[in-house]
């Protein structure tokens, strides 16, 4: 049977997928563009995809976006008041509420949905699809991006054993055995979410894939990133991607301007998030030549600007393994990049720098050990450089690419709508 076909109910309407999630393309965040992978992917298959997000900008929310609109055959619905920015977390609780009442009232009032698909953005959203499940019989995956309370416990934004952490802690519950499928991200998350509650038996670990994919590496001399921001003739530490809570944001500072003796050496910090404005304010205060920062590249410009590094720069603190992923080594590799982990043994990112020989560990909070390394990266041949970046594309080739890791995620779903036929 081909997938057409499979994506046929009996009644000879397409199957019809809901995805929930708080924010989707043309926003940069890094869980919405996942989202957007999958629901492209499962409309690519002859389903009928429906998404519910916000029509305001994570990071900027002054960004407005169309209220409805069809983008690869997936029709786009952004809701209202249901982002209001980053920079205060009773606010965002404010808008993440807001947006779960929009995406149960789509669960209950949506016609014909075949399946749910919802991640941890916002970290309850998926009690609106397990009161689907109940209510509507509707299967649904849950996609653990991060955890949550945790994540606020870690970073001391809540205690633990509060009536918020408690409350918190039986919803998620709740939505892990309701749920059909969870998927975390690392063995350190599935650990952390059984500890919760043992859904092991329904539990696929799944990576997050790079957004950007090329079959050939770009060379230096051919990237117009690298002639634009004058770094021509430089060797380019690059920080791409969220500055949150848990990102070592002063280490990476200190190692990086205690490095300022050598002239070549720039580091680049592109993105945003909650501690970006450390970085703009470190520079605005000690105007260090070396240290460049931009913002979030539109994904057009994506494999440019990763491509415009020699290393990438990867963190990781010790106490949110399993709590969060480090999504941004997947970047890196697929631009053939050598890895600087900033981070603990074991955890996810250091796995894969052991599978094969891509890069360098040290301490996450270590600015001295940051500067050793740097200079060791120095010192080592351009060659070695490249034979790690190429270890590193191949493993996403062979083991961590979109057509592998997303197909596996769209085949789950297929399967859980076959398996209640």
């Not at 389903?47 to 029709?75: C, H, K, L, M």
């Not at 913002?295 to 994506?302: A, N, T």
Request: hydrophobic fraction near 40%; proline fraction near 5%.
């Amino acid at each position: 049977m081909n997938r057409e076909n499979a994506a046929s109910t009996m009644s000879g309407h397409p199957r019809k997928l809901l995805v929930l999630s708080h924010f989707y393309p043309p926003d940069p965040a890094s869980v919405g563009q996942h989202m957007a992978d999958a629901a492209r992917e499962m409309s690519r298959r002859g389903w009928e995809v429906r998404v519910v997000t916000s029509d305001r900008g994570f990071e900027d929310p002054s960004q407005r976006y169309a209220r409805r609109e069809v983008i690869d055959g997936v029709n786009i619905k952004r809701v209202p008041w249901s982002s209001f920015g980053k920079k205060s977390i009773f606010l965002r609780a404010v808008a993440m509420g807001m947006f779960m009442l929009h995406c149960l009232f789509a669960v209950l009032s949506e016609r014909r949905v075949d399946y749910i698909l919802v991640s941890t953005s916002p970290p309850l959203c998926g009690f609106a699809a397990a009161v689907g499940k109940a209510l509507r019989r509707i299967p649904f995956m849950y996609w653990v991006m991060d955890l949550n309370p945790d994540q606020l416990i870690v970073l001391g934004k809540t205690k633990d054993g509060s009536l918020t952490v408690r409350l918190s802690n039986v919803m998620q519950r709740l939505i892990l055995k309701r749920a059909d499928h969870v998927v975390p991200l690392d063995r350190f998350m599935a650990e952390r979410v059984n500890r919760k509650l043992d859904v092991s038996e329904k539990t696929t670990t799944i990576p997050p894939w790079p957004h950007e994919e090329a079959e050939d590496l770009l060379r230096h001399t051919e990237n117009w990133f690298r002639e634009k921001h004058e770094l021509n003739g430089c060797f380019v530490l690059m920080y791409s991607g969220n500055h949150g809570y848990s990102t070592p944001v002063n280490s990476m500072l200190d190692g990086a301007q205690a490095v300022s003796d050598e002239g070549h050496v720039r580091f680049m910090f592109i993105g945003g998030g909650v501690r970006k404005r450390e970085v703009d304010e470190r520079i605005e205060r000690d105007k260090p030549e070396h240290i460049i920062s931009l913002g979030y590249q539109p994904m057009e410009h994506l494999r440019y600007s990763l491509s415009a590094a020699d290393v990438h720069l990867v963190t990781m603190e010790s106490d949110v393994v399993g709590i969060v992923h480090p999504c941004k080594i997947y970047g890196a590799m697929a631009v053939g990049r050598p890895i600087l982990l900033l981070g603990p043994s074991p955890c996810h990112a250091a796995d894969i720098l052991e599978e094969e020989r891509i890069g360098w560990r040290i301490p996450t909070d270590d600015a001295e050990a940051l500067e050793r390394a740097v200079r060791e990266v120095l010192r080592t041949d351009a060659s070695e450089l490249e034979d790690m970046g190429r270890k590193a594309k191949r493993l996403i080739d062979e083991k961590y690419s979109k057509k592998i890791l997303c197909g596996r995620l769209c085949d789950l779903i297929e399967a859980g709508v076959d398996g209640r036929s």
